[in-house]
């Protein structure tokens, strides 16, 4: 698929993320990924316009795609109406996490037929069929070809596509612990005005709707948020303390500020 400005303006300002060649040789571990924890599906779903959009689209045992499940918060936060969840990974420890917690809620009454499926969206998508309602939660950020990747959450689609991705690029709250530690200005676009100019670009009549996330760290976390952040900045344990002194307690490295961007195909 061709690519219009925004989309090439989103692809661009995406590769500008990438990481030194010479910081990544020197990292301790590989820098990506999230502690598993935050992908897991709470027991009590967050209310939120993302779900709130989802559910009003959804028929009573209505059907869900979940891409880029992670541990299906997005997609379970449906159940009930939703009667059956496909879930898009390509993580199988993050699929077992979504049956594992479809296992749960049944044993409160609450029966969901779970489909995995293992792989990278759209790679996997004609393996997966339609569905009322797509969902994808935090996925965005990792899309170079924007065009292509929403084509297909449109086209399974048959009532509705529910987007919901952080009013900045996540890793934007470390630019100045970047510019500290490697000396490297790091970049803060894209955000979700760009996503959306992508989807007028393809024709898609997009709504945002803005709002704030509960805090994913919590005080007691202060080791967990440094840790994370070292990671980030591919730096080792011995940089903790430095981390601990000059990260902002009030840093939004998981962003509460959010939005959900959703059409009907």
């Known amino acids: 698929m061709s690519q219009g400005l925004a989309a090439q303006h989103w692809a661009h300002e995406l590769a500008r993320w990438a990481i030194p060649d010479e910081v990544l040789a020197a990292a301790p571990v590989p ?6 924890e935050m992908f897991r599906a709470p027991a009590v779903p967050e209310d939120s316009p993302s779900r709130d959009r989802a559910l009003e ?3 009573c045992g209505g059907s869900v795609i979940d891409v ?5 918060a997005a997609g379970l936060a ?4 939703a009667g059956e969840l496909i879930a898009v990974d390509q993580t199988p420890s993050m699929l077992a996490m979504v049956v594992e917690a479809a ?12 489909i995995t499926v293992e792989g990278k969206w759209p790679d996997v998508a004609a393996r997966v069929p339609q569905a009322d309602v797509v969902v994808c939660h935090h996925v965005f ?13 449109s086209y399974h689609a048959r009532s509705r596509v ?12 470390l630019n100045d612990l970047w510019l500290h530690f490697h000396s490297s200005q790091r970049p803060i676009g894209p955000g979700v005005d760009t996503a959306v100019e992508v989807l007028g670009d393809m024709g898609i009549d997009a709504h945002v709707e803005r709002f704030s996330r509960p805090p994913r760290w919590q005080a007691r976390d202060r080791a967990l948020q440094v840790a994370f952040a070292r990671q980030r900045l591919c730096l080792g ?15 939004d490295l998981l962003s509460t500020r959010a939005a959900c961007v959703w059409w009907d195909p």
């Open 68 to 72: 880029g499940s992670g541990g299906g």
């Open 103 to 114: 296992k749960e809620l049944e044993s409160k009454g609450n029966t969901v037929k779970v």
């Open 141 to 153: 950020y990792n899309v170079s070809d924007l065009p292509t990747f929403v084509t297909e959450l």
């Open 162 to 173: 529910v987007v919901e991705l952080t009013a900045r690029h996540p890793m934007a709250a």
């Open 31 to 36: 820098p990506w990924g999230f502690p598993p």
């Open 78 to 81: 449906l159940v009930p109406p």
């Open 57 to 59: 689209a959804l028929p």
């Open 237 to 251: 344990p011995d940089s903790d303390d430095e981390i601990d002194r000059l990260l902002d307690p009030e840093a």
